[in-house]
């Protein structure tokens, strides 16, 4: 059983820094993709950043160049580094992979990103 436990969220003004951390159990993030999601108020869930299986990271055009994603497989932990944070990146963010055929996700971290 995949358990993904998401942390770190907060309250934070505009061009801030936080950082999201992902604790994961039973599998291995170097065999696994791993991704973030994000759900602002009143709007769908929207795909953030993934690091695919061999290690490479693609992101979304809105936060390219201000977040990074990251593993530390000693950890079993990938983080979300968020720079330059502007109101619009407000939402609950989500940890995402896909499992032997099934899907998890972490329980969500509210980030708030005030102007």
Do not use: H
Request: positive net charge; hydrophobic residues 35%; charged residues 15%.
């Amino acid at each position: 059983q995949v358990q993904l436990v998401d942390s770190g969220g907060g309250l934070v003004q505009a061009g801030g820094s936080l950082r999201l951390s992902c604790a994961a159990s039973a599998i291995t993030f170097n065999i696994n993709r791993m991704a973030w999601y994000r759900q602002a108020p009143g709007k769908q869930r929207e795909w953030v950043a993934t690091r695919t299986r061999g290690g490479i990271t693609v992101y979304a055009d809105s936060v390219k160049g201000r977040f990074t994603i990251s593993i530390d497989n000693a950890k079993n932990t990938v983080y979300l580094q968020m720079n330059i944070l502007k109101p619009e990146d407000t939402g609950v963010y989500y940890c995402n992979t896909v499992y032997d055929g099934t899907e998890y996700w972490g329980q969500g971290t509210q980030v708030t990103v005030s102007s």
